[in-house]
T-cell receptor
Framework: GAVVSQHPSWVICKSGTSVKIECRSL??????MFWYRQFPKQSLMLMAT?????????EQGVEKDKFLINHASLTLSTLTVTSAHPEDSSFYIC????????????FGPGTRLTVT | RKEVEQDPGPFNVPEGATVAFNCTYS??????FFWYRQDCRKEPKLLMS???SGNEDGRFTAQLNRASQYISLLIRDSKLSDSATYLC??????????FGKGNQVVVIP
């Protein structure tokens, strides 16, 4: 089956620093990748959608200059949280979809970010 | 109105019992529906897609009611390993999926 990896699985950083999270599709080519954020006891909230080779589409209320997304290849997307603050602490999950699947997305294991 | 609404519970279910819950969705044009399972501090995993005619996968049965815009999931003969949060997921258009908060199920020995 389709496997998506994320790295790192958890990270602790100081306020004001930047953190990069990688999302890789291991056994398929992901034409579209999605980045979600989940706060405790809340639903997954879509942050942005990225298609390989083009700019990401951000959801309303998500700052594109703060959450930088790069989808340079069909198997790799990165999310960089710039100038992180404690309120950015959350569970960040990526998912990937191959072009011919009907909205079925495969999720990475998530990255737990804690900003101190 | 939220795109997908679920009663978070928890739903405390005796082992071996049946539990059912619904979620409602707001976009009448939605065409794809899913149930995902999410364990604590883990990523969601696809449990089953939901088809118009309803579908069954072992002890799990999913139903779709387009007229009333709700989806249901029924779990028979609950196992301890069924304890998890079940996320209702709906195609929200523009390649987006909308997630509910989830129904938390706790199976009690």
């Amino acid at each position: 089956g389709a496997v998506v990896s994320q790295h790192p699985s958890w990270v602790i950083c100081k306020s004001g620093t930047s953190v990069k999270i990688e999302c890789r599709s291991l056994d398929f080519q992901a034409t579209t990748m999605f980045w979600y954020r989940q706060f405790p006891k809340q639903s997954l909230m879509l942050m942005a959608t990225s298609n390989e080779g083009s700019k990401a589409t951000y959801e309303q209320g998500v700052e594109k200059d703060k959450f930088l997304i790069n989808h340079a290849s069909l198997t790799l997307s990165t999310l960089t949280v710039t100038s992180a603050h404690p309120e950015d602490s959350s569970f960040y999950i990526c998912s990937a979809r191959s072009g011919d699947r009907d909205y079925e997305q495969y999720f990475g294991p998530g990255t737990r970010l804690t900003v101190t | 109105r939220k795109e997908v609404e679920q009663d978070p519970g928890p739903f405390n279910v005796p082992e071996g019992a049946t539990v059912a819950f619904n979620c409602t969705y707001s976009n009448s044009a939605s065409q794809s529906f899913f149930w995902y399972r999410q364990d604590c501090r883990k990523e969601p995993k696809l449990l089953m897609s939901v088809y118009s005619s309803g579908n069954e996968d072992g002890r799990f049965t999913a139903q779709l009611n387009r007229a009333s815009q709700y989806i249901s999931l029924l779990i028979r003969d609950s196992k301890l390993s069924d304890s998890a949060t079940y996320l209702c997921v709906v195609n929200a258009g523009n390649n987006r999926l909308a997630f509910g908060k989830g129904n938390q199920v706790v199976v009690i020995p």
